[in-house]
């Protein structure tokens, strides 16, 4: 039972009585009723017992029924009630007097009702409330059920969980820093007693009050959810629900972003680096940021990507805003830790190198664009920059993705992730006039360009999957779906009709650019 005395008094028979004194203690908790039947009961009391008698012990000594308020008060019990009409026909004023200094409330006992008509009314007043309690706990345990079910953005979990519990939540992170205030507090009050322990407690100020759970992920605390209940206790129901909700809170947070209050500074870090790309921020205000927050992301080596299905600008928010939830979501892409930002060029992305390899991006790239994009029509090109190693060298990687973006696309390359290491020739010789252009390819695959049309056009297959792979005679013949005999006798008849030794670097690179200056010129009669 948890019902306070003045609600005890208002549930019938027991509100055929009435209260005589100590009514500044009628916000007492009753957790349970008992007959005062033996003038040792206070040995047995329980805290927040309330008791009812007829007086029978304490009958002709009235200032030991004195000492008894005082020993009961000091027992924890909750209040007294004496049916009079039996032994008393009025409270003694000694009584009232003591209780009244005590706040112990004192209570004149209905005499037409027995003291079990008045237990079960309690009890079941009791029941009645623990089933309200249940069936509301249930109905908001069942919708946050549904909630945790659904993909809302952190905003709206926090509303969410406040709407479904019925009273304002507070979210602070790891860091102290309040992340949801969904008070009329001002952060710095309910944040004054920071640190707070990993303990699950009711917090208590002269203006408010809270019940404070950890947010715990596996066995690190990433923050703590505040719920203001004015109340003066939880039921057992009650609590389960604020821990069930605080699962929930701790779950979607840590399941979407890793850690949700280390993600809201990095992306107010990616509004600064988006500002210091596009409107000249200055650099020295990005690595303050990065050092005030502990954002070790650009003081190693690291790539940027530019991820976009254009190499124009202006391209649709909305798409990019569902490419970079793809990035986030996907369990490859999540194990590089980087940083996506939205921008007018795509959707850029700052990827660590810290123990991870190009082939791993390319890879995670590569395994994100096959899960989310079946139709290889449909699907993005990924740009990726040089390795870079010092903050300031940011904003040369991302005009690398651009630069290397749009040569993809005018060159109309085949790959959906491209680097910039394999596009910079192209970016060197684009201003080299047609004619150059054309006069350097048949100097060097004059001898394949005149023969019939269909071996030519084999061979010079042939010819750039060789150079696409390195020089891997294994490589090229998978790629081109042969045997890699049939893949070493071509090479070597090029070798014979070209004029050329495949084996020395400079001639694979004159190579090598014919077939870039061939695309160009393919490009501009296209």
Same mark, same amino acid.
């Given at each position: 039972?948890?019902?306070?005395?003045?609600?005890?008094?208002?549930?019938?028979?027991?509100?055929?009585?009435?209260?005589?004194?100590?009514?500044?203690?009628?916000?007492?908790?009753?957790?349970?009723?008992?007959?005062?039947?033996?003038?040792?009961?206070?040995?047995?009391?329980?805290?927040?017992?309330?008791?009812?008698?007829?007086?029978?012990?304490?009958?002709?000594?009235?200032?030991?029924?004195?000492?008894?308020?005082?020993?009961?008060?000091?027992?924890?019990?909750?209040?007294?009630?004496?049916?009079?009409?039996?032994? !008393?026909? /009025?409270?003694?004023?000694? *009584?009232?007097?003591?209780?009244?200094?005590? +706040? =112990?409330? $004192?209570?004149?006992? @209905?005499?037409?009702?027995?003291?079990?008509?008045?237990?079960?009314?309690?009890?079941?007043?009791?029941?009645?409330?623990?089933?309200?309690?249940?069936?509301?706990?249930?109905?908001?345990?069942?919708?946050?059920?549904?909630?945790?079910?659904?993909?809302?953005?952190?905003?709206?979990?926090?509303?969410?969980?406040?709407?479904?519990?019925?009273?304002?939540?507070?979210?602070?992170?790891?860091?102290?820093?309040?992340?949801?205030?969904?008070?009329?507090?001002?952060?710095?009050?309910?944040?004054?007693?920071?640190?707070?322990?990993?303990?699950?407690?009711?917090?208590?100020?002269?203006? !408010?009050? /809270?019940?404070?759970?950890? *947010?715990?992920?596996?066995?690190?605390?990433? +923050? =703590?959810? $505040?719920?203001?209940? @004015?109340?003066?206790?939880?039921?057992?129901?009650?609590?389960?629900?604020?821990?069930?909700?605080?699962?929930?809170?701790?779950?979607?947070?840590?399941?979407?972003?890793?850690?949700?209050?280390?993600?809201?500074?990095?992306?107010?870090?990616?509004?600064?680096?988006?500002?210091?790309?596009?409107?000249?921020?200055?650099?020295?205000?990005?690595?303050?940021?990065?050092?005030?927050?502990?954002?070790?992301?650009?003081?190693?080596?690291?790539?940027?990507?530019?991820?976009?299905?254009?190499?124009?600008?202006?391209?649709?928010?909305?798409?990019?805003?569902?490419?970079?939830?793809?990035?986030?979501?996907?369990?490859?892409?999540?194990?590089?830790?980087?940083?996506?930002?939205?921008?007018?060029?795509?959707?850029?992305?700052?990827?660590?190198?810290?123990?991870?390899?190009?082939?791993?991006?390319?890879?995670?790239?590569?395994?994100?664009?096959?899960?989310?994009?079946?139709?290889?029509?449909?699907?993005?090109?990924?740009?990726?920059?040089?390795?870079?190693?010092?903050?300031?060298?940011?904003?040369?990687?991302?005009?690398?993705?651009?630069?290397?973006?749009?040569?993809?696309?005018?060159?109309?390359?085949?790959?959906?992730?491209?680097?910039?290491?394999?596009?910079?020739?192209?970016?060197?010789?684009?201003?080299?006039?047609?004619?150059?252009?054309?006069?350097?390819?048949?100097?060097?695959?004059?001898?394949?360009?005149?023969?019939?049309?269909?071996?030519?056009?084999?061979?010079?297959?042939?010819?750039?999957?060789?150079?696409?792979?390195?020089?891997?005679?294994?490589?090229?013949?998978?790629?081109?779906?042969?045997?890699?005999?049939?893949?070493?006798?071509?090479?070597?008849?090029?070798?014979?009709?070209?004029?050329?030794?495949?084996?020395?670097?400079?001639?694979?690179?004159?190579?090598?650019?014919?077939?870039?200056?061939?695309?160009?010129?393919?490009?501009?009669?296209?």
């Amino acid at each position: 039972m948890h019902l306070t005395v003045e609600q005890a008094l208002a549930v019938y028979p027991l509100s055929e009585g009435k209260l005589v004194a100590g009514t500044a203690g009628r916000s007492r908790i009753v957790k349970s009723v008992n007959v005062m039947d033996a003038p040792d009961i206070t040995d047995w009391i329980k805290e927040g017992e309330m008791l009812f008698t007829t007086a029978y012990f304490i009958k002709d000594q009235p200032q030991e029924a004195a000492e008894l308020i005082c020993r009961l008060n000091q027992r924890g019990s909750s209040a007294l009630g004496i049916k009079l009409g039996r032994f !008393w026909d /009025a409270i003694p004023d000694n *009584l009232i007097a003591r209780a009244n200094e005590l +706040g =112990f409330p $004192l209570i004149e006992l @209905p005499y037409a009702f027995t003291f079990s008509d008045q237990m079960n009314g309690l009890f079941r007043e009791e029941m009645k409330r623990n089933t309200g309690v249940l069936q509301d706990v249930l109905d908001k345990q069942i919708r946050l059920m549904r909630f945790a079910l659904k993909t809302e953005n952190m905003s709206e979990l926090f509303h969410a969980v406040e709407d479904i519990i019925g009273y304002p939540v507070a979210v602070a992170g790891s860091r102290g820093q309040m992340v949801h205030n969904g008070t009329e507090l001002d952060d710095r009050e309910l944040l004054e007693s920071w640190p707070w322990p990993q303990q699950q407690k009711w917090m208590k100020s002269e203006r !408010w009050q /809270a019940y404070r759970i950890p *947010l715990m992920k596996n066995s690190r605390c990433t +923050g =703590f959810v $505040l719920f203001f209940n @004015p109340q003066l206790f939880l039921s057992t129901p009650e609590e389960s629900l604020y821990l069930q909700a605080s699962e929930l809170l701790s779950y979607h947070m840590n399941m979407k972003y890793e850690d949700f209050f280390e993600l809201s500074a990095q992306k107010d870090f990616g509004v600064i680096i988006k500002r210091y790309l596009q409107n000249g921020l200055p650099i020295d205000t990005v690595t303050d940021y990065a050092d005030r927050w502990e954002i070790d992301l650009l003081r190693q080596s690291y790539s940027c990507v530019l991820t976009n299905w254009t190499a124009s600008s202006g391209a649709e928010t909305g798409r990019l805003d569902r490419l970079k939830s793809d990035y986030l979501s996907h369990s490859r892409l999540q194990r590089l830790n980087g940083l996506h930002i939205v921008m007018e060029e795509g959707l850029l992305s700052v990827l660590p190198h810290e123990g991870i390899t190009e082939e791993e991006i390319d890879a995670s790239i590569g395994a994100c664009f096959a899960t989310h994009f079946r139709d290889a029509s449909e699907m993005p090109r990924a740009a990726i920059s040089r390795k870079k190693k010092k903050t300031e060298q940011l904003l040369e990687a991302f005009e690398e993705c651009r630069q290397t973006l749009r040569l993809a696309g005018e060159w109309k390359a085949q790959q959906r992730i491209v680097r910039f290491e394999t596009m910079d020739l192209a970016l060197l010789f684009e201003h080299v006039s047609k004619e150059r252009m054309e006069a350097f390819c048949n100097r060097w695959l004059g001898g394949v360009l005149n023969k019939a049309p269909d071996y030519a056009g084999e061979m010079l297959r042939t010819l750039e999957a060789y150079l696409d792979n390195d020089g891997q005679l294994n490589e090229t013949a998978k790629k081109l779906f042969i045997h890699r005999n049939t893949a070493t006798y071509r090479i070597e008849k090029l070798s014979e009709i070209l004029n050329v030794d495949l084996k020395k670097m400079n001639d694979l690179l004159r190579l090598k650019i014919a077939f870039m200056f061939r695309r160009l010129l393919n490009k501009d009669h296209a």
